[in-house]
């Protein structure tokens, strides 16, 4: 398996499911848009409000994954990758990932306090196409 198809097939995807769990061991599934950022297969960066849901429970527990999908005519194509999500507060994370229209969410700007960076890094990950399924390793 190529991990550069993968990759490619992960930055063309306008949409990302991130995966955290409750305080109860469920998982719970939100659709996000895309990475702010992505660092090779290791690393994506997305925003959101500090005071979310979300992030109290990556705080309390920082398993996590994402899902990137795309379902053609006949063709589905998926990438799960688990690892470890972060929730950064730092202003030089903030900085690197925000942009102008931000403002519409974050009313305070780049640094409002309820604006914050969700940090996922990679460990291993499931693709599947063409009704195969194939499972990697990260390399960090």
């Given at each position: 398996?190529?991990?550069n198809?993968?990759?490619n097939?992960i930055?063309k995807?306008?949409v990302?499911?991130?995966?955290?769990?409750?305080?109860?061991?469920?998982?719970?599934?939100?659709?996000?848009?895309?990475?702010?950022k992505i660092?090779?297969?290791q690393?994506?960066?997305?925003?959101?409000?500090?005071?979310?849901?979300?992030?109290?429970?990556y705080?309390?527990?920082p398993?996590?994954c994402?899902?990137?999908?795309?379902?053609?005519?006949?063709?589905?194509?998926?990438?799960?990758l688990?690892g470890?999500m972060?929730?950064?507060?730092?202003?030089?994370?903030?900085?690197?990932?925000w942009?102008?229209g931000?403002?519409?969410?974050?009313?305070?700007?780049?640094t409002?306090?309820?604006?914050?960076?969700?940090?996922?890094?990679?460990?291993?990950?499931?693709?599947?196409c063409?009704?195969?399924?194939?499972?990697?390793?990260?390399?960090?």
């Amino acid at each position: 398996m190529d991990i550069n198809i993968i990759e490619n097939f992960i930055r063309k995807q306008n949409v990302a499911f991130i995966c955290s769990v409750d305080e109860e061991g469920f998982p719970n599934v939100k659709a996000m848009l895309k990475p702010r950022k992505i660092d090779g297969m290791q690393r994506f960066y997305f925003s959101t409000n500090t005071s979310s849901m979300r992030v109290k429970q990556y705080r309390n527990n920082p398993n996590a994954c994402i899902y990137f999908y795309h379902k053609g005519l006949i063709k589905y194509v998926g990438v799960m990758l688990k690892g470890k999500m972060e929730v950064l507060t730092d202003q030089e994370t903030k900085d690197m990932i925000w942009r102008k229209g931000d403002t519409v969410f974050y009313k305070g700007g780049v640094t409002d306090p309820d604006y914050c960076v969700l940090k996922f890094t990679a460990e291993s990950g499931r693709y599947y196409c063409d009704l195969k399924t194939e499972s990697f390793l990260i390399d960090q």
